[in-house]
C-alpha cells in the first residue's frame, strides 16, 4: 500500500526516499564542495575548516576564541585543536587577555598575514569548478544562510 504523503511527486518534502531530502542534498553538495577545494587548500597547507579560520582572522585579525566559534558556528573544543595546529605551524598565535586570563585572543603572525594572498586565487577558481554564475551562487548562498538562521531560531 502507497502512503499518499510520501508517494506525490508534489509532496518530496514529506518523501522518505533519499534522493528527496533537502538534508541529504546538503550533506552530499558539501562533501563535494570539500573534495573541490582540497587541491587549492593544500597547495596553502591548510584543511577546510582551517582554511574557515583564517578567512576569519583575514577579515579582522586579533579576534578571541569566543569570537571566531561565534562566527563559525563552533563550541571551543572543536575550534581550539584547530587553532593549535595553526599555532604549530606559525600561522598564528594565541595569547591570553592581560584584562581577563580567561579569554584568548588569536592574532595572524607574518607568515598568516602573507598567506592571504597566496589564498587570493581561492575563491574564483572555487566559482569556476562550481559551473555556476556568480548570481546563482549568492542566490543559493542567501537562501542557505536564511535557511540556517530559520532552523537555529527553531531548533
Not at 526516499?17 to 542534498?25: G, H, S
Not at 591548510?46 to 582554511?51: A, E, G, V
Not at 598575514?113 to 542567501?142: F, N
Amino acid at each position: 500500500m502507497t502512503d499518499k504523503f510520501t508517494d506525490t511527486p508534489d509532496a518530496p518534502a514529506l518523501s522518505l526516499k533519499l534522493d528527496d531530502q533537502l538534508c541529504f542534498a546538503l550533506y552530499s553538495a558539501t562533501n563535494a564542495l570539500k573534495k573541490m577545494y582540497r587541491p587549492m587548500l593544500d597547495r596553502l597547507g591548510l584543511t577546510y575548516p582551517q582554511y574557515l579560520v583564517m578567512m576569519v582572522l583575514w577579515e579582522r585579525d586579533g579576534l578571541t576564541v569566543s569570537e571566531i566559534g561565534e562566527k563559525l558556528f563552533l563550541d571551543s573544543a572543536t575550534l581550539t585543536p584547530l587553532l593549535k595546529r595553526l599555532e604549530a605551524s606559525g600561522i598564528l598565535e594565541r595569547k591570553r587577555a592581560a584584562e581577563d586570563e580567561r579569554v584568548v585572543r588569536v592574532s595572524l603572525t607574518a607568515k598568516g598575514k602573507a598567506l592571504k594572498a597566496d589564498a587570493a586565487t581561492v575563491p574564483a577558481e572555487a566559482l569556476g569548478a562550481s559551473g555556476c554564475t556568480p548570481d546563482e551562487l549568492t542566490t543559493l548562498r542567501d537562501t542557505l544562510v536564511r535557511l540556517r538562521s530559520d532552523l537555529m531560531a527553531n531548533g
